[in-house]
């Protein structure tokens, strides 16, 4: 049982503290006799928050933080660069602090914790996103979009079957119209891997669509170019340029990093057939964790040969890469395309045994992917435009033909880091200064 | 002779008469049952075991294998794995490739071989010397745990483009050591000329930071990148999910006092953290950190969360980590005390390596000298430097490429020389 002593109004007279404050301070005991130091603030709304030395570090409003990380959280101007938002003047040796410990808890404001550490450096933590990011719009921002930027699976929806959202079109117009439309677009992008549009005016290309109206960049740059055309023409270098069925895939697993965000616009498709179909890996492979634990376990761990080398092209890329890649339990990535596959390097690269494995793992996993009744199908139209999770979503086409002249299927597509485009969802316009508030601490 | 259309067509090797009295013939024969065999799984290739589905994965012929694309073409929408499909036959076999009869009817080939696989020389022969390097199996690579003349070799610009094996003797030693010098770059060659130009490698990629990024000091940054202080020992772009991987370094000019380049490679020190304390190092692959660029005003918010170690599979993959960069705040918010009570102190342990002196290499860039870093595997730094003269600068060119483009300049034959493979010569 805690005992306390009256709270009174305390002028600190330490010598890192320089303004008169709201602190309040008082001591704490437990009931083995020991004293705490707790310090306290009350805003105007009669809340009371505190913060106290602990063993490990200090806790502030209920929150434990190590010692070690405090010192790395500094915010004065001296650790973290107004301008930069990068922590600044680390020391030759020794940048983590290890061994450091916080000495003294002084001022305590609404957004900031003033402390001073062994290392003989007086500063300050921010207590609140707010103290962190910056007031006004980030805070809301990044409070609400944190674990969807970080690509958690909670703030994910999976679909094993297509369902109204994930087939639902936006109106290009309407999405460009303003910031916040086109933030509530990328919203839905994000959580369902993939995101329609319609209504794209006619003259536009790609670079129109992504700079000047969704306004995101920079593109990722890939052997097909910043921005690639996509047409029927005899002995293609790519499949993508036949005509022919691609079944269900992932783009460019040739690269060790494959692109995430990929943009693929129907500018016209006026041939017989072509239909395009998606679907959502993640959900297969949450039934798969459910049902063959062990077989996911594999595509977890051996990783299959890519390779993309036509001929006379200059372009000869190999790479290899598991199935399915996870970071802190959560389903990251998946990579796999059917014609990209070496088999016959993976052959060289494994033992027997651990290929059935994985051939097992595959089948198993395939069959679930290619059960029709979860993908979405739609014939695009000129004027369509679909971002996909390249990393989750696959997609695919049916074989389409030309039964009359002057039909044609003309497709744009582009790529984009995931970063680049979270950013449109976090970041307050161009110019727009918002820097912390530490200045008034 | 085969006839024109067996030559073609190689499925129909089975059916002509010339590969049939080809497999009478005793010396074949013998040939045949010595190379190749039927197994209850799949069959037996010169000593090699596969398996019926990755046969049937494995065709190379024109049906099967796109001429032109080098791609599996021809799959169906479900089923495409092949996956009940069974070997029935085994046909002609020659250096290169074996002749095969499916159970779902398709004759086709699979190859013998590397040369069957990929294609004839330069590409056959450079996949075999090179294809763990460019695959960055450790075992190909070279750690470096103290500098040495390898690590601190400074390659002649011109000669190293000159031609390609001498482009492709440098980019691999870079592959191998994750740094390459080159020296007596001609002053008025910018950073596309050097890489796109003379090293023939492209495209660079492109981040918040542009193309290429012009490097100079200027007053109130808006990356500690263009102020004068120290930076310590890191790696590029960790608030990118996927950082670049190559990094282009081109010292511009570099009169100022100060400003000592030095770098590390962290494989090594991973390698022996994984022996020393497999408990840490199990922590730096497991706990991601937070990462974040976000300086007020750029219109740039860019947030990832990546493990400071990352392995593809036993071997070391990539090294993250930029202590100025970091966001621990974001990390409290979102990770378990007990999470981060162990990654501090696994964070503590491998950087108190990393900053060993030994392990440092220090060079004053010059201006006309440009480094390739692996930015997956070797961190950079710079002491802080100063202007005791007004005309004095420091300017610093950097660009990103994706690994692949490199590895495909080394690998690859030049654009319009074509390597296609020797199915129709079976």
């Known amino acids: 049982m805690m005992s306390i002593r009256p709270i009174q109004q305390i002028r600190i007279q330490s010598k890192f503290l320089t303004l008169p404050n709201l602190f309040t301070g008082g001591i704490q005991g437990n009931k083995e006799g020991c004293q705490i130091k707790v310090r306290s603030y009350s805003n105007s709304a009669g809340t009371t928050k505190t913060a106290h030395i602990t063993e490990t570090g200090i806790n502030v409003d209920g929150r434990d933080l190590l010692h070690v990380e405090t010192r790395n959280m500094c915010r004065c101007e001296k650790c973290f660069g107004k301008f930069a938002h990068q922590i600044q003047n680390l020391p030759p040796v020794g940048n983590a602090f290890p061994g450091i410990k916080v000495e003294e808890i002084g001022k305590l404001s609404e957004h900031y914790v003033s402390l001073k550490w062994s290392d003989g450096h ?25 674990d969807l930027a970080r690509r958690k699976n909670s703030d994910q929806e999976f679909w094993r079957t297509p369902n109204e959202e994930v087939k639902k079109f936006w109106d290009y117009s309407w999405v460009v119209s303003s910031v916040d439309n086109t933030r509530e677009f990328l919203v839905h992008y994000m959580k369902y891997g993939i995101a ?3 209504g794209v005016p006619a003259g536009l290309k790609m670079e129109d669509i992504i700079f000047e109206g969704l306004k995101m960049s ?12 996509v047409r029927f023409k005899p002995d293609p270098k790519n499949l993508g340029y036949g005509s022919g069925q691609l079944p269900l895939h992932l783009d460019l697993p040739y690269y060790y990093a494959p692109p995430h965000v990929e943009f693929f616009y129907c500018i016209e498709n006026t041939v017989k057939g072509g239909d395009s179909f998606w679907v959502d890996s993640f959900a297969a492979i949450t039934k798969m964790t459910e049902e063959r634990p062990d077989l996911v376990e594999i595509l977890k761990t051996v990783p299959m040969t890519y390779r993309y080398t036509p001929p006379g092209s200059g372009v000869f890329q190999l790479t290899h890469h598991p199935l399915i890649r996870t970071v802190e339990g959560d389903l990251w990535r998946t990579v796999e395309s059917r014609w990209s596959m070496d088999t016959a390097q993976f052959a060289r690269d494994r033992d027997l045994e651990t290929r059935k494995k994985w051939w097992e793992a595959y089948l198993y996993y395939r069959n679930l992917i290619e059960d029709p009744s979860c993908w979405f199908m739609k014939k695009l139209e000129g004027g369509e435009i679909v971002m996909t999770d390249n990393w989750r979503v696959y997609h695919a086409r049916k074989e389409f033909e030309m039964t009359a002249e002057g039909q044609e299927r003309i497709v744009s597509t582009a790529y984009m880091d995931w970063n680049s485009m979270a950013n449109r969802l976090l970041s307050p316009e161009k110019g727009d200064f918002i820097f912390l508030e530490v200045d008034q601490h | 002779m085969m006839s024109y259309v067996t030559r073609l067509r190689p499925q129909l090797i089975f059916k002509s008469q010339f590969a049939r009295k080809l497999g009478n013939a005793p010396e074949l024969s013998k040939v045949l049952n010595n190379a190749v065999k039927l197994t209850n799984r799949g069959i037996e290739v010169d000593g090699n075991e596969f398996l019926h589905v990755e046969t049937r994965n494995m065709c190379k012929c024109e049906a099967c294998y796109g001429r032109f694309s080098h791609q599996r073409t021809g799959l169906p929408y479900r089923g495409i794995t092949f996956s009940d499909v069974k070997v029935s036959d085994v046909g002609k076999t020659s250096d290169n490739y074996v002749s095969l009869k499916w159970s779902d009817g398709h004759e086709g080939v699979i190859a013998r071989n590397k040369r069957g696989n990929f294609g004839p020389d330069p590409i056959n022969s450079r996949v075999e010397k090179w294809f763990d390097l460019t695959c960055r199996r450790n075992s190909a690579q070279k750690f470096w745990s103290t500098p040495d003349e390898d690590v601190t070799k400074c390659w002649d610009y011109s000669w190293v483009v000159e031609n390609q094996e001498n482009t492709i003797e440098f980019l691999t030693h870079y592959m191998k050591y ?34 290429v990024d012009l490097v100079r000091f200027k007053p109130n940054p808006d990356n500690l990148g263009y102020g004068s202080g120290k930076l310590p020992a890191h790696t590029d772009l960790p608030f990118f999910n996927q950082a670049p991987h190559v990094q282009f370094f081109h010292l511009v000019e570099n009169t100022v006092s100060g400003g000592e380049s030095f770098w590390v490679d962290t494989f090594p020190i991973l390698q022996e953290l994984s022996e020393k304390r497999p408990d840490l190092f199990e922590v730096l ?20 969360r990546q493990c400071v170690v990352k392995m593809q599979g036993d071997e070391i993959w990539q090294t993250v980590d930029n202590p100025q960069s970091m966001d621990p705040d974001t990390f409290a918010r979102t990770t378990s005390l007990e999470d981060r009570e162990r990654w501090w102190e ?12 030994s392990r440092l290499f220090y060079r004053r860039l010059n201006g006309g000298e440009f480094v390739i870093t692996d930015n997956f595997r070797v961190f950079h730094a710079r002491k802080d430097f100063f202007k005791t003269g007004e005309e004095e600068e420091r300017i610093v060119s950097t660009a990103y490429m994706d690994w692949n483009l490199l590895a495909s300049r080394v690998l690859s034959t030049e654009k319009g020389d074509s390597a296609f493979l020797e199915v129709r010569e079976y």
């Open chain 1, 122 to 146: 007086e500063g300050l933590i921010a207590r609140t996103i707010r103290g962190d990011f910056g007031p006004g719009k980030i805070e809301s921002r990044v409070r609400d979009w944190v």
């Open chain 1, 196 to 198: 329609l549009m319609n």
């Open chain 1, 218 to 229: 920079p593109l990722w740059a890939s052997c097909y170019d910043l921005v690639d055309y």
């Open chain 2, 178 to 211: 994750g740094i390459g010098f080159l020296v007596d770059i001609p002053r008025h060659l910018g950073m596309m000329e050097i890489v796109e130009e003379g090293l023939k490698i492209r495209p660079v990629r492109r981040t918040c930071f542009s193309t």
């Open chain 2, 285 to 304: 692959k497991t706990v991601p950190m937070v990462w974040r660029y976000s300086p007020p005003g750029t219109g740039i918010y860019q947030l990832s």
């Open chain 2, 346 to 357: 696994a964070y503590s342990y491998y950087r108190g390596m990393v900053e060993e002196q």
